[in-house]
């Protein structure tokens, strides 16, 4: 495997692991959750996509499992659904784009929104901070 592929592949091996970690933690399993290979391929489809259009439906078909089963087992190894995780990986990379003095409606559509309002309306639920507030506040952190 290629090097740039590594890094992701162990992020994406790590993430799983720690979020095992943590459901085990809250449910008090006697069983540990098992890795599904399935779920890895769509963490790693996700990462390298998540500002494009992916729908449950297309990752589905994508990975030959139905969009309930697919759902489930994400959110069993995960902790959270999979649109709920694609926003979660929108904004932390708009947050990183915005604390290096990107413009925000640039961010907004890099990181995969199509309208600004929608973005600031998930950013401020995310974040608490607007995203104006945000980049106003990483200028005076000297980001």
Do not use: C, W
């Amino acid at each position: 495997m290629e090097k740039p592929l590594q890094k992701i592949a162990v992020k994406i091996r790590l993430k799983t692991l720690i979020s095992q970690i943590h459901y085990l933690s809250f449910t008090k399993a006697v069983k540990p959750v098992i890795l599904d290979e399935r779920i890895t391929k769509v963490l790693t489809y996700l990462e390298k996509n998540f500002n494009k259009d992916i729908s449950l439906d297309y990752l589905a078909d994508k990975f030959y499992i139905t969009k309930n089963h697919l759902n489930f087992l994400f959110h069993k190894m995960v902790g959270m659904p999979i649109k709920k995780y694609i926003i979660a990986k929108r904004l932390g990379f708009a947050r990183y784009e915005i604390l290096t003095g990107k413009s925000l409606k640039q961010v907004a559509y890099h990181a995969g929104f199509h309208d600004y309002a929608t973005f600031y309306r998930a950013y401020k639920m995310f974040y608490g901070l607007s995203p104006s507030e945000q980049s106003a506040e990483g200028v005076n952190k000297g980001y």
